[in-house]
């Protein structure tokens, strides 16, 4: 099941609705400091242990776990940032019977648990706060970041002030944006999300891993899915797409570019169309399911005639690369609907400019603008939808960053595409399985072996 993604907003929303339900905001914080004290003791065992805790909730929640620990054994210390300034933090650290430290005079311990700030926190950390902070995580063998890392802005991922880098991160309810967005999600090597009864609905999602169908008894080329990936005069990017294309459950790539290349896979046909009405002509065939345009299509005015007559094919398009370039320099109006779009950073401030808020908000605008399924890559890919569903991928691998890794996605979305009829499913299965193909790839690789991985990535999901 997909995993619920939270602003702070949206978190507390929750949290009210449970309150309004007649638990009282103390009991969710007992199970919010009982649910992190039993992931930590099973990670850590009898190590000693530092708890460090800020005025709100989230040092209350850390009253709790270190109140819980010492009760199974641990030996705990609690350091505090000041005085317990609400009413269920004063409760929580009434109900710890041990010394509080001042927060500044704090000492290293074998384990570190981070319970500062979590979604309440305001502006960046005093400059002392976030060295102390940093000193105590790195001198620790187990650091745990209760709720969120204390400097991470929740619905963004942007790091107000420095933030170490923790083992584990404990999400308390639900995740938040900064749990799966970059740079913050890179602070927690590992992460937990802790139930505590909280019913977390959201229409954002951490991206899941599909469940993907063997074709029917019944299944031939055609119904399978017959993808074209229209090219220009340099074979590469477009060769690299069709191929992606073709290993990912598509019954059949036809390749329509002006290049004379005639190397490949055999399976792969190649409709050589020198001129954009010969590329117009061969879109002329109603079995097509899917068109992609964009891995080496060039952005000369040949390209741009290429483009303008895919546009207009009325076939469900996938665009990528030049084609978001061309846009971006035509404007998005000529965008036929539903189609989807793999912009990486650069081209989608070319299309869309400068939006406000956090990648989420920002996919998630230009999919309505556009009213298209847009793919926004990059370390923490979002997949934003025009109804308003997104997904965020956290699983990617920093070795997809080189050449031709988006014209293998571009194929991989394309060819999805053709079997399922659905943009943001089949955007989201593309993802992921380009996600997990670079996982079996190890590191180091190169586009073309992302592909042959590719078979089994779905294989893993049958
Ligand atoms: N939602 C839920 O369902 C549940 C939530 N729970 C927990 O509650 C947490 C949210 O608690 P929260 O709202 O009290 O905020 P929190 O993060 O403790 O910080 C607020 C305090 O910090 C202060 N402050 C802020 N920035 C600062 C800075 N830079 N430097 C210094 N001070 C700064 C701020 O002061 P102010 O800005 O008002 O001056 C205020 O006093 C959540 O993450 C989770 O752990 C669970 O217990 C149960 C279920
Ligand atoms: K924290």
Not at 131 to 138: I, P
Not at 232 to 238: D, H, K, Q
Not at 278 to 288: G, I, T
Not at 348 to 363: E, H, M, N, V
């Amino acid at each position: 099941m997909a995993t619920p993604v939270l602003t702070a907003a949206g978190m507390r929303a929750a949290e009210q609705a449970v309150i309004a339900s007649g638990v009282p905001e103390y009991e969710l914080m007992e199970r919010a400091g009982a649910a992190a004290a039993e992931i930590i003791w099973r990670a850590g065992g009898l190590r000693d242990t530092l708890v460090l805790c800020g005025p709100g909730n989230n040092g209350g929640d850390g009253f709790v776990i270190a109140r819980l620990l010492r009760a199974r054994g641990v030996p705990v210390r609690v350091a505090a940032l000041g005085d317990s300034r609400t009413s269920s933090a004063i409760q929580a650290r009434a109900a710890w019977a041990g010394p509080v430290e001042a927060f500044n005079d704090a000492e290293p311990a074998a384990q570190l648990v981070d319970a500062l700030f979590g979604t309440g926190l305001a502006r960046e950390l005093d400059d002392g706060i976030a060295a102390q902070l940093h000193d105590l995580v790195s001198m620790a063998s187990h650091s745990y970041a209760i709720d969120l890392p204390s400097g991470v802005e929740t619905d963004s991922g942007a790091l107000l002030s420095p933030v170490p880098h923790f083992g584990m991160g404990i999400a308390l309810g639900a995740l938040k944006p900064a749990h799966l967005l970059f740079p913050a999600a890179d602070r927690m090597t590992r992460l937990v999300c802790a139930d505590i009864g909280i019913a977390a609905n959201s229409s954002i999602c951490r991206l899941a891993p599909p469940s993907v169908y063997a074709p029917g008894t019944e299944a031939h080329k055609y119904s399978r899915g017959l993808v074209a990936v229209v090219g220009g005069e340099m074979a590469g990017a477009s060769l690299l797409a069709s191929h992606a294309a073709a290993r990912s459950g598509a019954g059949m790539v036809r390749r329509i570019a002006a290049d004379a290349y005639i190397g490949g896979p055999d399976a792969i046909v190649t409709d050589f169309a020198k001129t954009a009405t010969e590329v117009e002509h061969s879109l002329q065939d109603k079995r097509l399911a899917v068109v992609l345009v964009g891995p080496g299509l060039g952005r000369n005015k040949d390209a741009q005639a290429r483009l303008d007559v895919v546009l207009k094919s009325g076939h469900p398009l996938v665009l990528d690369a030049d084609a978001l370039n061309i846009l971006g320099e035509i404007g998005i109006a000529h965008l036929p609907q539903q189609a989807i779009l793999t912009p990486h950073e650069a081209e989608f401030t070319r299309l869309f400019g400068q939006l406000p808020g956090s990648k989420i908000d920002r996919a998630l605008d230009a999919a309505r603008r556009s009213r298209c399924v847009v793919v926004y890559k990059g370390a923490g890919t979002v997949i934003a939808a025009p109804d308003g569903r997104a997904a965020v991928a956290s699983h990617g691998s920093s070795w997809l960053s080189t050449a031709g890794t988006g014209d293998v996605l571009a194929g991989i979305v394309a060819s999805r595409l053709a079997v399922m009829r659905d943009g943001f499913q089949a955007a989201c299965e593309a993802v992921w399985l380009h996600g997990e193909a670079a996982r079996r790839a190890g590191a180091a690789f190169i586009a073309d072996d992302l592909i042959e991985r590719l078979p089994e990535a779905i294989a893993s999901r049958l």
